[in-house]
Structure formats: structure tokens, C-alpha cells
């Protein structure tokens, strides 16, 4: 569903979601709400090899640049990289849907646009997915409803402040967030914070700034890289090779 084009500047968008309770909203009231915020568009994408492969529709923002916030930046250098869909989760989604979830429950780390939790939830995860931004929160909660026909739990989370009560999942998942330095030593904390006991941890990453270190300090935190795949990603002037990393305790 496409809304008319919109002439709301961020600070509108931000006033918009700020008085309306996204959190309350279910089905059609969520939809309308969130195209009144944004311009959106939908983008069809084929994850996954057979006899697992899948369609999902995703319904994003047109373009993540007119999302970008100056007092965001200012705050903690935050761009809404959210609203992209990135060649690594399209990866991480194909290897979701060859694993069994029956039973089990799945954390994702930086849901975005939902991919890899609509994955999860069609592979039978238990699904609580994660993001520092609220508007990633509900447009995965729309994309979910329309695509797996229920929405997973969601919750705000900010890395450098892991909430206590969060537990652990037999699953964390993470796509392309291995961006800036600092995420070397955050996302591995934050892996074994949530992280159970016998868990599988599974990052996907192109060979972003941070990876080297991510896995140097693996150790530092409890935590083993037991396997490695190299997926070739290519679309048009994109070329990638995204290297899904198995990880788990010590």
C-alpha cells in the first residue's frame, strides 16, 4: 500500500509518532497510522533455497534518507539504517527458514523492516523482535501480520543499556550490525546477556568495520565462533559476500 506523497518534515513525523500510541494500534489502525507518517512502498523479496524458499511483501518508508533526523545524529550519531533492506538479512532469512523453531524462542537484535523475523516466525520461532527504533517496531509488526498473519513481541532496546528482565532465547539473530567500533565489544556483550546456556547465536555480516574485533572479543565474553559460511550476494551494482557466523557459549 502506497500513501499519497507527504510533505511532513522528521520533526512532524516525530511530533506524529510522539502523540499517538503506536503500541495500541492492531491491523488496519496500525496500517493507516503508519501511512500517515510515512510515505511507503512495498518490495517483494524471494529468500531461501526450496523446497524452504519464500515470498515475503515488505511495506517500508520510500526512502530512508527523509528520515534522517539532525537531533538524533546529534545525540549518539543515530541514521535510520533501519529502513533499508540489507543483502545480509535477505542471507540470514534463507538460513532461518532451513531451521526448525518448534518450541524455541528467538531474539533478534536490530529488527529493521522485519525480514528475519518473518523468517523466524515462519520457521516456527517464538519471536521477540528487538530494535532502537520505534518506528522499525511497528512497521515489523505490520509486515509480520500481513505476511505470517500474527505479529511477534516487540520491545525497544538499546544496546548500551541491555534491559534486565529481557531473559534469555535458545536463538539471537543479528543482520548487518556490525557497522561502527564501538558495536564490537556492545553486540558481543549483548550476545551473551541473551544468550541461553545452550544457545546458537547467528550473525550475518558483509565484512563491516567492526567484524575483526567482534570476533576477537568473542572470548572476552564467553563466547565461540563454531562455524562460518560465505554466501555471494549480487544485485545490480551490489556485490557482497555475506558470511553468516555460527556462534555459541564457551
Known amino acids: 500500500m502506497s500513501s499519497p506523497e507527504s510533505t511532513e518534515s522528521t520533526s512532524d513525523?516525530?511530533?506524529?509518532?510522539?502523540?499517538?500510541?503506536?503500541?495500541t494500534l492492531r491491523g488496519d489502525a496500525l496500517d493507516e497510522a503508519l501511512g500517515r507518517i510515512f510515505t511507503l512502498s512495498k518490495e517483494t523479496v524471494r529468500v531461501g533455497d526450496e523446497p524452504n524458499a519464500r515470498e515475503f511483501t515488505i511495506t517500508k518508508p520510500s526512502n530512508a534518507d527523509h528520515l534522517i533526523s539532525e537531533a538524533d545524529y546529534v545525540m549518539d550519531e543515530r541514521l535510520p539504517y533501519w529502513a533499508d533492506l540489507w543483502p545480509s538479512s535477505r542471507v540470514l532469512a534463507g538460513a532461518l527458514l532451513r531451521m526448525s523453531g518448534s518450541g524455541k524462542r528467538l531474539l533478534e537484535m536490530g529488527c529493521g523492516l522485519g525480514l528475519d523475523t518473518m523468517a523466524a516466525m515462519s520457521a516456527?520461532?517464538?519471536?521477540?523482535?528487538?530494535d532502537y527504533y520505534e518506528e522499525a517496531l511497528h512497521v515489523t509488526r505490520m509486515n509480520a501480520r500481513r505476511n505470517v498473519g500474527h505479529e511477534p513481541t516487540v520491545r525497544m532496546v538499546n544496546w548500551r543499556h541491555w534491559p534486565e528482565d529481557l531473559g534469555t532465547f535458545d536463538v539471537v539473530?543479528?543482520?548487518d550490525v556490525l557497522y561502527e567500533k564501538e558495536y564490537a565489544a556492545l553486540v558481543g556483550q549483548c550476545l551473551a546477556r541473551a544468550l541461553a546456556p545452550h544457545g546458537d547465536a547467528w550473525v550475518a555480516d558483509p565484512g563491516r568495520l567492526a567484524q575483526p574485533a567482534f570476533l576477537e572479543l568473542?572470548?572476552?565474553?564467553?563466547?565461540?565462533?563454531?562455524?562460518?559460511?560465505?554466501t555471494p550476494y549480487e544485485n545490480g551494482a551490489v556485490k557482497q559476500q555475506v558470511q553468516l557466523l555460527h556462534?555459541?557459549?564457551?
Open 13 to 23: 513525523r516525530s511530533s506524529i509518532s510522539a502523540r499517538a500510541d503506536l503500541f
Open 124 to 130: 516456527g520461532f517464538d519471536v521477540t523482535a528487538t
Open 173 to 175: 539473530i543479528a543482520a
Open 218 to 230: 568473542l572470548p572476552s565474553h564467553g563466547l565461540k565462533l563454531c562455524g562460518e559460511t560465505r
Open 247 to 250: 556462534i555459541r557459549h564457551a
